[in-house]
């Protein structure tokens, strides 16, 4: 059986596995794929604050990190809950055909790289939360 930090651990080092997939994806110019992957990566480091704040140490099987920060007692701030309430987009949505195309118009370089900015914020905050 594993222990609480073992749990925390996995995830933590499944997050940051997913963060070299982000910059492979954005080092060739796949910024939707890229954007989908920092999604899980925030969304795995979100689950370890999940497991450090609760008795328990598997998290809910939900890929909406905002309503994560919510149930682990993450707070990083308005601003920050209202970017992560848009980026939850890149989840589930970026799957569906109808979606893809209405999303990959706004998922320019430009719109890319300004929001891997706020990710790489998001990620030390929740990062430092869960050690």
């Known amino acids: 059986m594993l222990t609480k930090q073992q749990h925390i651990d996995y995830w933590l080092h499944s997050a940051e596995e997913d963060w ?30 999940w497991v450090k704040n609760h008795t328990e140490n598997i998290p809910p099987k939900t890929h909406n990190i905002v ?31 109808d979606y893809i195309g209405k999303i990959n118009k706004i998922c320019t370089e430009t719109f890319a790289t300004k929001t891997l900015d706020r990710i790489k914020e998001t990620k030390q905050c929740l990062l430092k939360m869960a050690l």
């Open 67 to 97: 309503w994560l920060m919510e149930e682990s007692g993450v707070d990083l701030g308005e601003e920050t809950t209202a970017f992560l309430i848009e980026f939850n987009r890149f989840q589930l949505s970026s799957r569906y055909p």
């Open 20 to 49: 070299l997939t982000v910059e492979a994806m954005f080092s060739a110019k796949r910024y939707l794929h890229g954007l989908f992957w920092a999604h899980l990566m925030l969304e795995k480091l979100t689950k370890a604050n």
